[in-house]
């Protein structure tokens, strides 16, 4: 039925052939699937059964003709025996299904009569029969998929070619179009299927020809898909810090409600105990997460600086050190100024060092402390 002879298909302006040396043949009656890769030949092949390419090595015999020697004005009723679907539907936007399926007759010659004969019976077997008077826009994909397989079988082709006849179906609508397909090929047409799909080559167990870098690698009866270990899968990836900043954030909202609760006193008042608390435990909560997700991940902590080269240790303390010009001086209140509040937070003057966090109180902690109309800040 299909016979290739270590075919090899070169094409000008690559250095890699498209087909190596690819020997096999196709029984009839047989469901042969074709897999491999993207650029493995599959498309070659079947673009060398309808003859639109010649080998540029080797013999492709197809229903006993040699496609080399035939000639161009024969190949239109050579391809009358063999029907071909393609993944994208290839419909006549503004025929009907009836038409559509039609046309194919039309174009060869058919009587009025035979085209009346075969056209409802194409639409039967796809299960159609009741939407031949919809055009292409009124059906869904897998519809349109089937009006497509109905074309390709009226004129009952010996040899029926799918190039991808689920690539842009649902699973569901999938399933029915290879079920159509097994019921084509039992009724004795030969089916040559190349497909990406593996689920339905593993369930259905039929011969596999799988291909890789246009060579033949596997042919195989009632096989598989063959090894998918080298198709890489999206697996999620652990973001550092994530969960740190997602508790640190909710600290932060949490922290500006109770903030707004607390100014909305009066003058001089505290922030209930009983809404500064979940501040407190989300705190506590984050500073748990901050420091699980650093133990997860050390190195993102920063090294300590070192010496620099050639600077003595003595000079590399000094350097560390903060120098004494820098550190703005503790002035004393004057008279006249009121006394610092018990626990209040230190103003941007004062040096960090001079004031003990031990003794500010909970709300000046977490800086939710009511601000002192009276106070006021240091001037330029």
Known sequence: ?????????????????????????????????????????????????????????????????????????????????????????????????????????????????????????ALELVGLADKAKRFPHELSGGEQQRVAIARALVNRPQVLLADEPTGNLDPATSVDIMMLLARINASGTTILCATHEATFVDQMQRRVIELKDGRLMRDERHGG???????????????????AVAALTAVLELQREVTGGATAEPAGGAAAPEAIAPVVEAV????????????????????????????????????????????????????????????????????????????LGMADRLGLRPADDDEVGPTT
């Open 1 to 121: 039925m299909i016979r290739f002879e270590h075919v090899s298909k070169r094409y000008r302006g690559t250095a890699k052939p498209a087909l190596d040396d690819v020997d096999f043949e196709v029984q009839r009656g047989e469901f042969v699937f074709l897999v491999g890769a993207s650029g493995s030949g599959k498309s070659s092949c079947l673009r060398l059964i309808l003859r639109e390419d010649t080998p540029s090595d080797g013999r492709v015999v197809v229903l006993g003709r040699d496609t080399k020697t035939l000639s161009n004005r024969r190949t239109p009723y050579f391809r009358r025996h063999i029907g071909s679907v393609f993944q994208d539907f290839r419909l006549l936007p503004s025929k009907t299904v009836f038409q559509n399926v039609a046309f194919t007759l039309q174009v060869i010659g058919s009587s009025r009569a035979f085209v009346k004969q075969a056209v409802p019976e």
């Open 225 to 243: 898909y063959g090894d998918r270990s080298g198709i890489k899968t999206l697996e999620p990836q652990v973001e550092r810090g994530a969960a």
């Open 284 to 359: 506590a909560a984050a500073q748990e997460e901050l420091f699980a997700d650093l133990l997860d991940d050390p190195g993102s902590a920063q090294p300590d600086a070192g010496p620099v080269d050639g600077a003595s240790p003595d000079a590399a303390t000094a350097a560390a050190e903060p120098e004494a010009t820098s550190t703005p001086a503790v002035t004393t209140p004057r008279e006249d100024e009121p006394a610092p509040r018990t626990g209040a937070v230190p103003r941007s003057d004062l040096p960090v060092a001079d004031v003990d966090v031990e003794e």
